[in-house]
């Protein structure tokens, strides 16, 4: 069975200011990872994933992650926050291939103060 | 950009009643997916379809559940006698097969048991 731990259901950052957001998972074989934002009233968009290419990943406006499977971690990242950014964003695991459901965190959403 | 459609946006229906929801893939998507998302909870997978056969159902995907793709375009769920515990924004989402199990998702049905 695969799992995600997202730690932190609320993160408050400044404008311009770094974004961490916490991601760890559980796969008894080799995972691929995601990050998915959503913003209010929408659905969910991909912004990164892991394939077992690179372990850092450059995503969409901005993001980027890092796959340490020494921690089981998949932390994003952001080096200046942006008011846009503000949304909630999942962290998500699936098996690889073709055609694995995805097993989804529990979100955090971020908040970004000016 | 192909997108996933989601129809209706909202669907209110009174408890027992028979709801469709209604989805069109990305034009050449070969796996599709169902997810749930109860009012502040974690996205859960549902379902998956491929080659016009379940791929794999959750336990939550019981009896009360199907799913069909009537017409090679559009593909349903359909929740035979909701209940109260039915309430959730569902997501439907596509992939293209082409490898790295990227999903694209739908806006989503909000669907309200009264």
């Known amino acids: 069975a695969q799992s995600v731990t997202q730690l932190g259901s609320h993160v408050s950052v400044s404008e311009g200011a770094l974004v961490l957001l916490r991601c760890n998972y559980s796969s008894s074989v080799p995972p691929y990872l995601f990050w998915y934002v959503q913003y209010p009233n929408q659905g969910l968009q991909l912004l990164l994933k892991?394939?077992?290419?690179?372990?850092l990943v450059k995503g969409i406006n901005g993001f980027e992650a890092e796959f340490k499977k020494s921690e089981t971690s998949f932390h994003l990242t952001k080096p200046s926050a942006h008011m846009s950014d503000a949304a909630e964003y999942f962290c998500?695991?699936?098996?690889?291939?073709?055609?694995?459901?995805?097993?989804f965190g529990t979100g955090t959403r971020l908040q970004v103060t000016l | 950009e192909p997108e996933v459609t989601q129809t209706p946006s909202h669907q209110v229906t009174q408890m027992g009643q028979e709801v469709i929801l209604r989805c069109v893939p990305i034009s050449n998507h070969l796996y599709f997916y169902w997810y749930r998302q109860i009012l502040g909870q974690k996205v859960e997978f549902l379902v998956s379809?491929?080659?016009?056969?379940?791929?794999?159902k959750s336990e939550i995907f019981d009896d009360q559940f199907s799913v069909e793709r009537p017409d090679g375009s559009n593909f349903t769920l359909k929740i035979r006698s909701t209940k109260l515990e039915d309430s959730a924004m569902y997501f439907c989402?596509?992939?293209?097969?082409?490898?790295?199990?990227?999903?694209?998702f739908g806006p989503g049905t909000r669907l309200t048991v009264l």
């Open positions: 379809f491929y080659n016009n056969e379940i791929s794999e």
């Open positions: 998500a695991v699936s098996h690889t291939g073709t055609a694995s459901k995805l097993t």
């Open positions: 892991y394939t077992s290419a690179a372990t």
């Open positions: 989402a596509s992939e293209s097969g082409a490898g790295g199990n990227e999903q694209f």
